[in-house]
Protein backbone atom coordinates (compact mmCIF):
# COMPACT_ATOMS: atom_id res chain seq x y z
CA UNK A 1 0.00 0.00 0.00
CA UNK A 2 3.01 2.38 -0.65
CA UNK A 3 3.18 5.28 -2.96
CA UNK A 4 6.20 4.96 -5.21
CA UNK A 5 7.28 8.15 -7.71
CA UNK A 6 9.28 6.87 -10.72
CA UNK A 7 11.02 9.44 -12.76
CA UNK A 8 8.20 11.61 -12.02
CA UNK A 9 8.27 15.08 -13.85
CA UNK A 10 6.27 17.93 -14.37
CA UNK A 11 6.48 20.86 -16.59
CA UNK A 12 3.31 24.04 -16.48
CA UNK A 13 3.01 27.17 -18.30
CA UNK A 14 3.41 28.59 -21.26
CA UNK A 15 6.79 28.86 -22.08
CA UNK A 16 6.56 25.68 -20.18
CA UNK A 17 8.40 25.84 -16.69
CA UNK A 18 10.11 22.61 -15.25
CA UNK A 19 8.88 22.32 -11.52
CA UNK A 20 9.93 18.45 -10.99
CA UNK A 21 11.90 16.29 -12.48
CA UNK A 22 12.96 13.15 -12.35
CA UNK A 23 11.50 12.21 -9.06
CA UNK A 24 12.03 8.63 -7.61
CA UNK A 25 10.86 8.15 -4.03
CA UNK A 26 8.62 5.75 -2.18
CA UNK A 27 7.12 6.70 1.14
CA UNK A 28 5.80 3.41 3.05
CA UNK A 29 2.39 2.36 4.55
CA UNK A 30 2.38 4.03 8.32
CA UNK A 31 4.88 6.64 7.43
CA UNK A 32 4.96 10.33 8.37
CA UNK A 33 6.92 12.31 5.83
CA UNK A 34 7.21 16.31 5.75
CA UNK A 35 8.01 17.81 2.29
CA UNK A 36 10.94 20.61 2.97
CA UNK A 37 12.39 22.78 0.93
CA UNK A 38 12.60 26.51 -0.04
CA UNK A 39 9.57 28.72 -1.68
CA UNK A 40 9.71 27.96 -4.98
CA UNK A 41 11.25 24.11 -4.26
CA UNK A 42 8.37 22.30 -6.09
CA UNK A 43 7.37 20.98 -2.49
CA UNK A 44 3.26 21.59 -3.17
CA UNK A 45 3.67 20.52 -6.69
CA UNK A 46 4.94 17.45 -5.31
CA UNK A 47 2.45 16.68 -2.77
CA UNK A 48 -0.29 17.08 -5.29
CA UNK A 49 0.75 14.81 -7.93
CA UNK A 50 1.64 12.30 -5.25
CA UNK A 51 -1.85 12.51 -4.11
CA UNK A 52 -3.49 12.52 -7.97
CA UNK A 53 -5.07 16.09 -8.05
CA UNK A 54 -2.07 17.27 -10.05
CA UNK A 55 -1.41 15.12 -13.45
CA UNK A 56 2.21 14.33 -14.07
CA UNK A 57 4.31 15.47 -17.02
CA UNK A 58 6.24 12.69 -17.03
CA UNK A 59 7.08 9.05 -14.96
CA UNK A 60 4.46 7.23 -12.69
CA UNK A 61 3.10 7.57 -9.42
CA UNK A 62 1.69 4.41 -8.19
CA UNK A 63 -0.90 3.80 -4.87
CA UNK A 64 -1.16 0.69 -3.49
CA UNK A 65 0.48 -0.94 -6.63
CA UNK A 66 -2.09 0.63 -8.99
CA UNK A 67 -1.02 3.25 -11.59
CA UNK A 68 -3.11 6.68 -11.08
CA UNK A 69 -2.34 7.99 -14.07
CA UNK A 70 -4.31 4.96 -15.83
CA UNK A 71 -6.77 4.67 -13.61
CA UNK A 72 -10.75 6.11 -14.98
CA UNK A 73 -12.10 9.62 -13.35
CA UNK A 74 -14.53 7.12 -11.62
CA UNK A 75 -12.48 5.09 -10.18
CA UNK A 76 -9.98 7.62 -9.37
CA UNK A 77 -12.72 9.70 -7.68
CA UNK A 78 -13.84 6.99 -5.19
CA UNK A 79 -10.23 5.67 -4.54
CA UNK A 80 -9.83 10.05 -3.43
CA UNK A 81 -13.03 9.71 -1.47
CA UNK A 82 -12.24 6.18 0.25
CA UNK A 83 -8.21 6.33 0.80
CA UNK A 84 -7.44 10.33 0.73
CA UNK A 85 -7.78 13.54 3.03
CA UNK A 86 -6.26 16.63 2.07
CA UNK A 87 -5.75 19.59 4.64
CA UNK A 88 -4.56 22.42 3.13
CA UNK A 89 -3.29 26.26 4.27
CA UNK A 90 -6.31 27.14 3.69
CA UNK A 91 -9.24 25.80 5.23
CA UNK A 92 -11.36 25.66 2.31
CA UNK A 93 -15.07 24.79 4.46
CA UNK A 94 -18.06 25.78 2.59
CA UNK A 95 -19.08 28.93 4.16
CA UNK A 96 -22.73 27.96 4.13
CA UNK A 97 -22.51 24.74 6.16
CA UNK A 98 -22.27 24.25 9.87
CA UNK A 99 -18.99 22.31 11.28
CA UNK A 100 -20.53 19.28 11.12
CA UNK A 101 -21.60 19.26 7.71
CA UNK A 102 -18.26 20.16 6.35
CA UNK A 103 -17.10 17.66 7.50
CA UNK A 104 -20.00 14.97 6.50
CA UNK A 105 -19.00 16.16 2.93
CA UNK A 106 -16.90 12.98 1.52
CA UNK A 107 -19.19 10.75 3.60
CA UNK A 108 -22.35 12.19 1.56
CA UNK A 109 -20.66 11.66 -1.66
CA UNK A 110 -21.12 8.04 -1.08
CA UNK A 111 -24.72 8.25 1.21
CA UNK A 112 -23.16 7.72 4.25
CA UNK A 113 -23.46 10.88 5.99
CA UNK A 114 -25.58 9.39 8.52
CA UNK A 115 -23.96 6.33 9.34
CA UNK A 116 -20.58 8.47 9.64
CA UNK A 117 -22.03 11.17 11.64
CA UNK A 118 -21.32 9.56 15.14
CA UNK A 119 -17.42 8.90 14.33
CA UNK A 120 -17.80 13.26 12.71
CA UNK A 121 -19.00 14.29 15.97
CA UNK A 122 -16.51 11.90 18.03
CA UNK A 123 -13.55 13.99 15.96
CA UNK A 124 -14.96 17.28 16.33
CA UNK A 125 -15.18 16.59 19.95
CA UNK A 126 -11.38 15.12 19.80
CA UNK A 127 -10.33 18.08 18.23
CA UNK A 128 -11.82 20.76 20.89
CA UNK A 129 -14.87 21.64 19.10
CA UNK A 130 -17.56 20.09 21.17
CA UNK A 131 -20.48 22.18 21.54
CA UNK A 132 -19.69 23.58 17.96
CA UNK A 133 -21.48 21.41 15.84
CA UNK A 134 -23.67 23.65 14.04
CA UNK A 135 -21.75 26.97 13.79
CA UNK A 136 -20.79 28.14 10.49
CA UNK A 137 -17.33 28.62 9.52
CA UNK A 138 -17.33 32.55 9.73
CA UNK A 139 -18.51 31.83 13.23
CA UNK A 140 -15.43 30.06 14.26
CA UNK A 141 -11.48 31.09 15.03
CA UNK A 142 -8.61 30.51 12.34
CA UNK A 143 -7.30 27.63 14.43
CA UNK A 144 -10.47 25.84 14.72
CA UNK A 145 -11.72 26.39 11.04
CA UNK A 146 -8.47 24.45 10.55
CA UNK A 147 -9.40 21.68 13.06
CA UNK A 148 -12.86 20.90 10.97
CA UNK A 149 -10.91 20.99 7.83
CA UNK A 150 -8.41 18.01 9.53
CA UNK A 151 -11.96 16.07 10.96
CA UNK A 152 -13.42 16.26 7.49
CA UNK A 153 -9.53 15.03 6.04
CA UNK A 154 -9.79 12.17 8.46
CA UNK A 155 -14.21 11.37 8.51
CA UNK A 156 -13.58 8.63 5.81
CA UNK A 157 -10.62 7.08 7.50
CA UNK A 158 -8.30 7.56 4.97
CA UNK A 159 -5.27 5.76 4.56
CA UNK A 160 -3.02 8.17 3.27
CA UNK A 161 -3.50 12.42 4.41
CA UNK A 162 -1.97 14.78 1.92
CA UNK A 163 -1.45 17.98 4.12
CA UNK A 164 -0.17 20.95 2.40
CA UNK A 165 1.34 24.01 5.37
CA UNK A 166 -1.68 22.90 7.23
CA UNK A 167 -0.12 25.41 10.01
CA UNK A 168 0.31 27.67 7.67
CA UNK A 169 -1.97 30.04 8.07
CA UNK A 170 -2.09 29.89 12.17
CA UNK A 171 -0.75 30.69 15.78
CA UNK A 172 2.07 28.88 17.28
CA UNK A 173 -0.14 27.49 19.76
CA UNK A 174 -2.83 26.55 16.83
CA UNK A 175 -0.13 25.07 14.90
CA UNK A 176 1.07 23.02 17.38
CA UNK A 177 -2.47 21.64 18.12
CA UNK A 178 -2.66 20.74 14.22
CA UNK A 179 0.67 19.45 14.44
CA UNK A 180 -0.26 17.05 17.55
CA UNK A 181 -3.44 16.04 15.87
CA UNK A 182 -1.53 15.22 12.71
CA UNK A 183 1.05 13.37 14.88
CA UNK A 184 -1.69 11.51 17.11
CA UNK A 185 -3.24 10.82 14.12
CA UNK A 186 -0.18 8.82 12.42
CA UNK A 187 0.66 7.44 15.40
CA UNK A 188 -2.53 5.77 16.60
CA UNK A 189 -4.75 4.94 13.57
CA UNK A 190 -1.60 4.02 11.28
CA UNK A 191 -2.46 6.93 8.79
CA UNK A 192 0.38 7.91 5.72
CA UNK A 193 1.23 11.13 6.24
CA UNK A 194 2.98 13.64 3.64
CA UNK A 195 2.90 16.85 4.72
CA UNK A 196 4.65 20.28 2.89
CA UNK A 197 6.47 22.37 5.70
CA UNK A 198 9.12 25.02 5.36
CA UNK A 199 8.93 25.23 9.27
CA UNK A 200 11.93 23.39 10.51
CA UNK A 201 10.80 22.28 13.68
CA UNK A 202 7.18 20.88 12.43
CA UNK A 203 9.09 19.18 9.60
CA UNK A 204 11.74 17.55 12.42
CA UNK A 205 8.48 16.37 13.87
CA UNK A 206 7.93 13.70 11.20
CA UNK A 207 9.56 10.46 10.48
CA UNK A 208 11.27 11.43 7.59
CA UNK A 209 12.14 14.20 5.69
CA UNK A 210 12.22 14.64 2.20
CA UNK A 211 14.10 17.45 0.95
CA UNK A 212 13.47 19.32 -2.42
CA UNK A 213 15.61 22.13 -4.55
CA UNK A 214 14.84 23.27 -7.76
CA UNK A 215 12.30 20.36 -8.10
CA UNK A 216 15.02 17.88 -7.37
CA UNK A 217 15.55 15.55 -4.38
CA UNK A 218 18.58 16.42 -2.16
CA UNK A 219 19.46 13.21 -1.05
CA UNK A 220 20.26 12.40 2.57
CA UNK A 221 22.95 13.08 4.28
CA UNK B 1 -25.66 18.10 -4.01
CA UNK B 2 -29.12 19.29 -4.09
CA UNK B 3 -29.01 19.63 -0.54
CA UNK B 4 -25.82 21.99 -1.20
CA UNK B 5 -27.38 23.31 -4.15
CA UNK B 6 -29.99 24.63 -1.85
CA UNK B 7 -27.78 25.83 0.95
CA UNK B 8 -26.29 28.33 -2.09
CA UNK B 9 -29.69 29.61 -3.14
CA UNK B 10 -30.54 29.86 0.41
CA UNK B 11 -27.04 31.86 1.34
CA UNK B 12 -27.17 34.80 -1.84
CA UNK B 13 -31.02 35.53 -1.16
CA UNK B 14 -31.11 38.79 -3.08
CA UNK B 15 -29.72 37.19 -6.50
CA UNK B 16 -31.93 33.83 -5.80
CA UNK B 17 -35.07 36.25 -5.37
CA UNK B 18 -33.99 38.54 -8.14
CA UNK B 19 -33.37 35.20 -10.14
CA UNK B 20 -36.70 33.76 -9.32
CA UNK B 21 -38.60 37.17 -10.10
CA UNK B 22 -37.81 36.51 -13.65
CA UNK B 23 -38.85 33.03 -14.55
CA UNK B 24 -41.89 33.89 -11.94
CA UNK B 25 -43.02 37.37 -14.27
CA UNK B 26 -42.44 34.95 -17.29
CA UNK B 27 -44.43 32.08 -16.42
CA UNK B 28 -47.35 34.28 -14.62
CA UNK B 29 -47.12 36.89 -18.08
CA UNK B 30 -47.47 33.61 -19.99
CA UNK B 31 -50.56 31.77 -18.38
CA UNK B 32 -52.34 35.48 -18.28
CA UNK B 33 -51.46 36.87 -21.86
CA UNK B 34 -52.13 33.50 -23.23
CA UNK B 35 -55.08 32.70 -21.24
CA UNK B 36 -56.88 35.87 -22.38
CA UNK B 37 -55.87 35.28 -25.98
CA UNK B 38 -57.25 32.08 -26.27
CA UNK B 39 -60.16 32.87 -24.18
CA UNK B 40 -60.77 35.42 -27.17
CA UNK B 41 -60.06 33.56 -29.76
CA UNK B 42 -62.46 30.68 -28.39
CA UNK B 43 -64.87 33.01 -27.81
CA UNK B 44 -64.40 34.03 -31.45
CA UNK B 45 -64.76 30.60 -32.97
CA UNK B 46 -67.74 29.97 -30.44
CA UNK B 47 -70.06 32.84 -31.92
CA UNK B 48 -68.93 32.72 -35.29
CA UNK B 49 -69.15 28.40 -35.14
CA UNK B 50 -72.32 28.44 -32.93
CA UNK B 51 -74.11 31.58 -33.89
CA UNK B 52 -73.73 30.84 -37.83
CA UNK B 53 -74.05 28.33 -40.32
CA UNK B 54 -70.40 26.35 -40.57
CA UNK B 55 -70.90 26.16 -44.69
CA UNK B 56 -72.80 29.03 -46.59
CA UNK B 57 -73.65 27.86 -50.55
CA UNK B 58 -73.61 31.11 -51.45
CA UNK B 59 -75.48 32.62 -55.02
CA UNK B 60 -72.67 33.77 -57.37
CA UNK B 61 -73.21 37.59 -58.62
CA UNK B 62 -72.16 37.21 -61.80
CA UNK B 63 -71.00 40.61 -63.27
CA UNK B 64 -71.68 41.50 -67.55
CA UNK B 65 -68.03 42.62 -68.70
CA UNK B 66 -67.64 44.75 -71.57
CA UNK B 67 -67.16 41.68 -74.31
CA UNK B 68 -69.30 38.99 -72.18
CA UNK B 69 -72.32 40.08 -74.83
CA UNK B 70 -69.86 40.42 -78.32
CA UNK B 71 -71.02 36.43 -78.77
CA UNK B 72 -74.44 36.19 -78.37
CA UNK B 73 -74.87 39.42 -80.70
CA UNK B 74 -72.39 38.75 -83.48
CA UNK B 75 -71.78 35.16 -83.11
CA UNK B 76 -68.36 34.23 -83.58
CA UNK B 77 -67.86 36.22 -87.23
CA UNK B 78 -66.85 39.69 -85.51
CA UNK B 79 -63.88 39.39 -83.95
CA UNK B 80 -63.66 42.93 -82.75
CA UNK B 81 -66.73 44.81 -80.90
CA UNK B 82 -66.60 48.49 -79.87
CA UNK B 83 -69.66 49.34 -78.06
CA UNK B 84 -70.41 53.07 -77.89
CA UNK B 85 -71.84 52.08 -73.88
CA UNK B 86 -70.46 49.10 -72.42
CA UNK B 87 -72.58 46.68 -71.41
CA UNK B 88 -72.73 46.54 -67.71
CA UNK B 89 -74.48 45.35 -64.36
CA UNK B 90 -74.75 42.42 -62.20
CA UNK B 91 -76.65 39.63 -64.12
CA UNK B 92 -80.35 38.83 -62.77
CA UNK B 93 -80.73 38.29 -59.48
CA UNK B 94 -78.47 36.43 -57.36
CA UNK B 95 -80.03 33.05 -56.69
CA UNK B 96 -79.13 29.51 -56.37
CA UNK B 97 -79.41 27.94 -59.30
CA UNK B 98 -80.62 24.71 -58.11
CA UNK B 99 -81.71 24.59 -55.30
CA UNK B 100 -83.48 21.03 -54.95
CA UNK B 101 -80.27 19.42 -56.38
CA UNK B 102 -78.20 20.96 -52.67
CA UNK B 103 -81.36 19.73 -50.76
CA UNK B 104 -80.64 16.20 -52.00
CA UNK B 105 -76.83 16.15 -51.88
CA UNK B 106 -77.18 17.94 -48.22
CA UNK B 107 -79.62 15.60 -46.74
CA UNK B 108 -77.41 12.31 -48.32
CA UNK B 109 -74.27 13.48 -46.84
CA UNK B 110 -73.90 12.07 -43.60
CA UNK B 111 -71.16 15.13 -42.59
CA UNK B 112 -74.16 17.41 -42.75
CA UNK B 113 -76.57 18.18 -39.46
CA UNK B 114 -78.97 20.32 -41.20
CA UNK B 115 -79.44 22.68 -42.93
CA UNK B 116 -81.08 25.66 -43.98
CA UNK B 117 -82.88 27.63 -47.19
CA UNK B 118 -82.26 31.22 -46.82
CA UNK B 119 -83.84 33.91 -49.25
CA UNK B 120 -82.50 37.57 -48.08
CA UNK B 121 -83.87 40.34 -49.04
CA UNK B 122 -83.31 43.98 -48.26
CA UNK B 123 -86.48 45.75 -47.47
CA UNK B 124 -87.98 49.14 -45.85
CA UNK B 125 -89.42 48.54 -42.35
CA UNK B 126 -91.61 51.26 -41.24
CA UNK B 127 -93.92 51.67 -38.26
CA UNK B 128 -95.87 55.09 -38.31
CA UNK B 129 -93.38 57.64 -39.41
CA UNK B 130 -90.23 55.40 -38.24
CA UNK B 131 -88.83 54.17 -41.15
CA UNK B 132 -85.38 51.30 -41.35
CA UNK B 133 -83.46 50.01 -44.31
CA UNK B 134 -82.34 46.39 -43.06
CA UNK B 135 -82.16 42.91 -44.25
CA UNK B 136 -84.81 40.34 -43.81
CA UNK B 137 -84.07 37.05 -43.98
CA UNK B 138 -86.44 34.17 -44.94
CA UNK B 139 -86.04 30.65 -43.27
CA UNK B 140 -87.37 27.58 -42.31
CA UNK B 141 -87.57 28.15 -39.19
CA UNK B 142 -87.62 24.91 -37.70
CA UNK B 143 -84.45 24.62 -39.54
CA UNK B 144 -82.97 27.33 -39.11
CA UNK B 145 -82.04 27.03 -35.27
CA UNK B 146 -80.56 23.50 -35.51
CA UNK B 147 -78.42 25.28 -37.97
CA UNK B 148 -77.80 28.58 -35.78
CA UNK B 149 -78.09 29.27 -32.76
CA UNK B 150 -80.19 32.40 -33.46
CA UNK B 151 -82.90 30.64 -30.88
CA UNK B 152 -80.74 30.82 -28.03
CA UNK B 153 -81.64 34.83 -28.43
CA UNK B 154 -84.63 35.16 -28.17
CA UNK B 155 -85.83 37.46 -25.42
CA UNK B 156 -89.52 38.25 -25.81
CA UNK B 157 -92.13 36.19 -27.32
CA UNK B 158 -91.33 32.72 -29.20
CA UNK B 159 -89.03 31.68 -32.24
CA UNK B 160 -91.63 28.74 -32.92
CA UNK B 161 -94.34 31.18 -33.77
CA UNK B 162 -92.32 31.80 -36.76
CA UNK B 163 -93.49 27.96 -38.26
CA UNK B 164 -96.84 29.18 -38.32
CA UNK B 165 -96.67 31.07 -40.95
CA UNK B 166 -99.33 34.10 -41.96
CA UNK B 167 -96.66 37.22 -42.57
CA UNK B 168 -95.08 37.11 -38.94
CA UNK B 169 -91.98 38.35 -37.98
CA UNK B 170 -88.74 37.74 -35.47
CA UNK B 171 -87.02 41.02 -34.95
CA UNK B 172 -83.35 41.70 -33.84
CA UNK B 173 -83.31 44.26 -30.97
CA UNK B 174 -81.49 47.25 -32.65
CA UNK B 175 -83.87 46.97 -35.38
CA UNK B 176 -86.71 47.23 -33.36
CA UNK B 177 -85.02 50.24 -31.03
CA UNK B 178 -85.14 51.78 -34.52
CA UNK B 179 -88.80 51.45 -35.11
CA UNK B 180 -89.82 51.77 -31.85
CA UNK B 181 -92.03 48.31 -32.01
CA UNK B 182 -92.66 45.59 -29.30
CA UNK B 183 -93.78 41.85 -29.46
CA UNK B 184 -97.69 41.58 -30.80
CA UNK B 185 -97.43 44.92 -33.04
CA UNK B 186 -97.68 44.96 -36.43
CA UNK B 187 -94.81 46.72 -39.21
CA UNK B 188 -94.82 47.45 -42.63
CA UNK B 189 -92.51 45.60 -44.82
CA UNK B 190 -91.84 46.94 -48.91
CA UNK B 191 -89.62 46.02 -51.27
CA UNK B 192 -88.48 47.11 -54.68
CA UNK B 193 -90.72 45.11 -56.49
CA UNK B 194 -93.68 45.24 -53.88
CA UNK B 195 -96.26 47.38 -51.78
CA UNK B 196 -95.83 47.54 -47.45
CA UNK B 197 -96.88 44.40 -46.93
CA UNK B 198 -97.94 44.01 -42.92
CA UNK B 199 -96.07 41.57 -40.83
CA UNK B 200 -96.61 40.90 -36.76
CA UNK B 201 -93.78 40.85 -34.48
CA UNK B 202 -94.03 37.68 -32.89
CA UNK B 203 -90.54 37.78 -30.96
CA UNK B 204 -87.71 40.13 -30.69
CA UNK B 205 -84.18 38.65 -30.05
CA UNK B 206 -80.70 40.01 -29.13
CA UNK B 207 -77.57 38.38 -30.12
CA UNK B 208 -75.22 41.53 -28.55
CA UNK B 209 -73.72 42.16 -32.06
CA UNK B 210 -75.23 45.19 -33.72
CA UNK B 211 -74.61 43.91 -37.24
CA UNK B 212 -76.57 40.61 -36.55
CA UNK B 213 -79.44 42.54 -34.11
CA UNK B 214 -79.97 45.11 -37.09
CA UNK B 215 -81.93 42.81 -38.96
CA UNK B 216 -84.99 40.58 -39.12
CA UNK B 217 -86.44 36.85 -39.91
CA UNK B 218 -89.75 35.28 -41.62
CA UNK B 219 -90.94 32.49 -43.37
CA UNK B 220 -89.08 32.11 -46.48
CA UNK B 221 -92.35 31.51 -48.51
CA UNK B 222 -93.41 34.92 -46.53
CA UNK B 223 -90.17 36.79 -47.82
CA UNK B 224 -90.68 35.03 -51.33
CA UNK B 225 -93.68 36.73 -51.55
CA UNK B 226 -93.07 40.00 -50.82
CA UNK B 227 -89.64 39.78 -52.77
CA UNK B 228 -91.69 38.39 -55.97
CA UNK B 229 -89.08 35.56 -55.87
CA UNK B 230 -91.20 32.58 -55.43
CA UNK B 231 -88.98 29.69 -54.94
CA UNK B 232 -86.12 31.45 -54.84
CA UNK B 233 -83.58 30.98 -52.17
CA UNK B 234 -79.99 32.87 -52.39
CA UNK B 235 -78.30 30.89 -49.59
CA UNK B 236 -78.28 27.47 -47.93
CA UNK B 237 -76.68 27.68 -44.29
CA UNK B 238 -75.12 24.15 -43.46
CA UNK B 239 -74.43 22.91 -39.90
CA UNK B 240 -72.34 20.06 -39.56
CA UNK B 241 -71.32 16.97 -37.24
CA UNK B 242 -67.89 18.49 -36.96
CA UNK B 243 -67.51 22.14 -37.80
CA UNK B 244 -63.36 21.60 -38.09
CA UNK B 245 -64.24 19.96 -41.46
CA UNK B 246 -66.28 22.83 -42.98
CA UNK B 247 -62.76 24.23 -45.01
CA UNK B 248 -62.10 20.83 -46.77
CA UNK B 249 -66.02 20.21 -47.18
CA UNK B 250 -66.55 23.86 -48.67
CA UNK B 251 -63.61 23.61 -51.22
CA UNK B 252 -64.91 19.89 -52.30
CA UNK B 253 -69.01 21.37 -52.69
CA UNK B 254 -67.68 24.19 -54.55
CA UNK B 255 -65.69 22.19 -57.21
CA UNK B 256 -69.43 20.38 -57.92
CA UNK B 257 -71.34 23.16 -58.34
CA UNK B 258 -71.61 27.18 -59.91
CA UNK B 259 -72.17 28.53 -56.65
CA UNK B 260 -69.99 29.95 -54.11
CA UNK B 261 -69.57 27.45 -51.27
CA UNK B 262 -67.46 29.01 -48.12
CA UNK B 263 -67.05 27.85 -44.70
CA UNK B 264 -67.63 30.13 -41.55
CA UNK B 265 -63.58 29.84 -41.12
CA UNK B 266 -62.71 31.36 -44.87
CA UNK B 267 -65.55 33.43 -44.45
CA UNK B 268 -63.67 35.36 -41.57
CA UNK B 269 -60.41 35.23 -42.70
CA UNK B 270 -59.62 38.39 -42.18
CA UNK B 271 -60.25 38.12 -38.36
CA UNK B 272 -58.33 34.60 -38.17
CA UNK B 273 -55.46 36.76 -40.26
CA UNK B 274 -55.09 39.04 -37.00
CA UNK B 275 -55.44 36.43 -34.50
CA UNK B 276 -52.28 35.22 -36.02
CA UNK B 277 -50.47 38.27 -35.56
CA UNK B 278 -51.71 38.56 -31.77
CA UNK B 279 -50.43 35.13 -31.17
CA UNK B 280 -47.14 35.93 -32.90
CA UNK B 281 -46.64 39.27 -30.77
CA UNK B 282 -47.46 36.84 -27.87
CA UNK B 283 -44.72 34.47 -28.49
CA UNK B 284 -42.47 36.93 -29.33
CA UNK B 285 -43.09 39.15 -26.22
CA UNK B 286 -43.19 35.92 -23.73
CA UNK B 287 -40.03 34.68 -26.06
CA UNK B 288 -38.35 38.11 -24.93
CA UNK B 289 -39.47 37.72 -20.83
CA UNK B 290 -37.77 34.15 -20.99
CA UNK B 291 -34.39 35.13 -22.48
CA UNK B 292 -34.09 37.83 -20.04
CA UNK B 293 -34.64 35.54 -17.37
CA UNK B 294 -32.67 33.46 -18.92
CA UNK B 295 -29.49 35.69 -18.84
CA UNK B 296 -30.53 36.41 -15.21
CA UNK B 297 -30.06 32.40 -14.31
CA UNK B 298 -26.73 32.57 -16.16
CA UNK B 299 -25.19 35.62 -15.02
CA UNK B 300 -26.10 34.60 -11.00
CA UNK B 301 -24.59 31.09 -12.29
CA UNK B 302 -21.71 32.28 -13.80
CA UNK B 303 -20.70 34.52 -10.71
CA UNK B 304 -21.40 31.86 -8.60
CA UNK B 305 -19.10 29.37 -10.38
CA UNK B 306 -16.20 32.10 -9.93
CA UNK B 307 -17.03 33.21 -6.19
CA UNK B 308 -17.37 28.97 -5.20
CA UNK B 309 -13.39 27.83 -7.23
CA UNK B 310 -12.55 27.17 -3.68
CA UNK B 311 -15.19 25.31 -3.01
CA UNK B 312 -15.39 23.21 -5.93
CA UNK B 313 -11.12 22.69 -5.54
CA UNK B 314 -12.20 21.10 -2.27
CA UNK B 315 -15.09 18.88 -3.51
CA UNK B 316 -12.96 17.62 -6.37
CA UNK B 317 -10.23 16.91 -4.07
CA UNK B 318 -12.59 14.71 -1.86
CA UNK B 319 -13.86 12.98 -5.04
CA UNK B 320 -16.52 14.11 -6.18
CA UNK B 321 -16.78 13.96 -10.02
CA UNK B 322 -16.77 16.22 -12.28
CA UNK B 323 -20.22 15.04 -12.90
CA UNK B 324 -21.10 16.50 -9.32
CA UNK B 325 -19.94 19.52 -9.98
CA UNK B 326 -22.00 20.22 -13.28
CA UNK B 327 -24.89 18.72 -11.31
CA UNK B 328 -24.45 21.02 -8.09
CA UNK B 329 -24.91 23.54 -10.54
CA UNK B 330 -27.46 22.95 -13.07
CA UNK B 331 -29.15 21.80 -10.16
CA UNK B 332 -29.49 25.27 -9.03
CA UNK B 333 -30.90 26.36 -12.15
CA UNK B 334 -33.04 23.80 -11.98
CA UNK B 335 -34.36 24.29 -8.61
CA UNK B 336 -35.13 28.20 -9.72
CA UNK B 337 -36.93 27.40 -12.87
CA UNK B 338 -39.40 25.29 -11.17
CA UNK B 339 -39.77 27.37 -7.89
CA UNK B 340 -40.03 30.13 -10.72
CA UNK B 341 -42.51 27.86 -12.65
CA UNK B 342 -44.86 26.85 -9.71
CA UNK B 343 -45.22 30.49 -8.49
CA UNK B 344 -45.29 31.68 -11.97
CA UNK B 345 -48.04 29.29 -12.45
CA UNK B 346 -50.19 29.66 -9.67
CA UNK B 347 -49.97 33.41 -9.55
CA UNK B 348 -51.01 32.88 -13.80
CA UNK B 349 -53.94 31.20 -12.42
CA UNK B 350 -54.99 33.60 -9.65
CA UNK B 351 -54.67 36.42 -11.84
CA UNK B 352 -56.64 35.04 -14.93
CA UNK B 353 -59.03 34.15 -11.99
CA UNK B 354 -59.28 37.87 -11.23
CA UNK B 355 -58.97 38.94 -14.85
CA UNK B 356 -62.20 36.53 -15.63
CA UNK B 357 -63.99 39.15 -13.42
CA UNK B 358 -63.77 42.03 -15.14
CA UNK B 359 -66.77 43.05 -16.74
CA UNK B 360 -66.25 43.94 -20.62
CA UNK B 361 -68.81 45.59 -22.46
CA UNK B 362 -71.87 43.95 -24.04
CA UNK B 363 -69.71 44.31 -27.67
CA UNK B 364 -68.78 41.51 -29.84
CA UNK B 365 -66.70 40.44 -26.78
CA UNK B 366 -69.31 40.17 -24.30
CA UNK B 367 -70.83 37.10 -23.35
CA UNK B 368 -73.23 35.97 -20.49
CA UNK B 369 -72.51 38.47 -17.64
CA UNK B 370 -70.11 40.68 -19.89
CA UNK B 371 -67.15 39.55 -18.77
CA UNK B 372 -63.86 38.88 -20.18
CA UNK B 373 -63.53 35.15 -21.01
CA UNK B 374 -60.30 33.66 -20.17
CA UNK B 375 -58.69 30.16 -21.65
CA UNK B 376 -57.86 28.10 -18.49
CA UNK B 377 -56.59 25.17 -20.78
CA UNK B 378 -54.22 22.90 -19.56
CA UNK B 379 -51.39 23.00 -22.25
CA UNK B 380 -50.77 26.89 -21.63
CA UNK B 381 -49.64 25.93 -18.22
CA UNK B 382 -47.91 23.33 -20.14
CA UNK B 383 -46.56 25.42 -22.79
CA UNK B 384 -45.79 28.03 -20.04
CA UNK B 385 -44.00 25.56 -17.87
CA UNK B 386 -41.83 23.77 -20.58
CA UNK B 387 -40.53 27.62 -21.79
CA UNK B 388 -39.64 28.87 -18.38
CA UNK B 389 -37.76 25.39 -17.53
CA UNK B 390 -36.18 25.18 -20.97
CA UNK B 391 -34.72 28.55 -20.59
CA UNK B 392 -33.71 28.21 -16.69
CA UNK B 393 -31.93 24.83 -18.01
CA UNK B 394 -30.03 26.35 -21.11
CA UNK B 395 -28.95 29.06 -19.45
CA UNK B 396 -27.80 26.63 -16.21
CA UNK B 397 -26.11 24.45 -18.65
CA UNK B 398 -22.94 26.96 -19.87
CA UNK B 399 -22.17 27.71 -16.55
CA UNK B 400 -22.61 24.18 -14.69
CA UNK B 401 -20.14 22.93 -17.59
CA UNK B 402 -17.54 25.08 -17.02
CA UNK B 403 -18.00 24.48 -13.42
CA UNK B 404 -17.26 21.00 -14.40
CA UNK B 405 -14.17 21.20 -16.00
CA UNK B 406 -12.38 23.43 -13.57
CA UNK B 407 -9.09 21.78 -12.52
CA UNK B 408 -8.98 21.62 -9.15
CA UNK B 409 -5.35 22.21 -8.47
CA UNK B 410 -5.43 25.24 -10.95
CA UNK B 411 -7.88 26.67 -8.19
CA UNK B 412 -5.34 25.45 -5.16
CA UNK B 413 -2.50 26.55 -6.79
CA UNK B 414 -4.22 30.25 -7.53
CA UNK B 415 -5.11 30.26 -3.90
CA UNK B 416 -1.95 29.31 -2.98
CA UNK B 417 -0.12 32.37 -4.90
Not at chain 1, 170 to 186: A, E, H, W, Y
Not at chain 2, 107 to 124: E, G, K, W
Not at chain 2, 407 to 415: K, N, V
Request: net charge neutral; with cysteine.
Amino acid sequence: MSIVARGVGKVIGHPPNKVLSDITLEIRDGEFVALTGRSGAGKSTLLYVLSSLDPVSSGTVEIAGRDISRMREEELCRFRNEMMGFVFQFHYLIAELSALENVLLPARKTGQAAQRTPSAKRLLEQFGLEGKHERLPRELSGGEQQRVAIARALVMDPKYLFADEPTGNLDSVNGQTVMDIIRQTNAQLGTTIIMVTHDAHYASLAGRQIQLADGQLIPAA
Amino acid sequence: MIALALRYLVARRRQTILTLLGIFFGAAAYVAISGFMLGFRYYLVDQLVNNSAHVHVLAREDFLTEHGLDESFYGKVVRHVFWSAPPSGRKDNAIVESPQSWYQRLAADPRVAAFSPQLTANVIFSKGKATASAALVGCDPEQQIKVTTIGDYVTEGKWSDLAAGGNRIVIGDELRKKLGVYVSQTILVSSANSPPTPFKVVAVYRTGSMQADIRAYGAITDVQRVNRTPNQVNEIAVRLHDYTQAAALANTWAALSPEKVESWDQQNANLFSVVAVQETIRYLSIGAIMIVAGFGIYNVLNMTVVQKRRDIAILRSMGYSGADIIWLFFSQGLILGLSGVVLGLSFGYLLSLYLETIPFGAGPMGRGAGHLIISFEPAIYLQSALLAMLAALLASVLPARAAGRLAPIEIIRAGAD
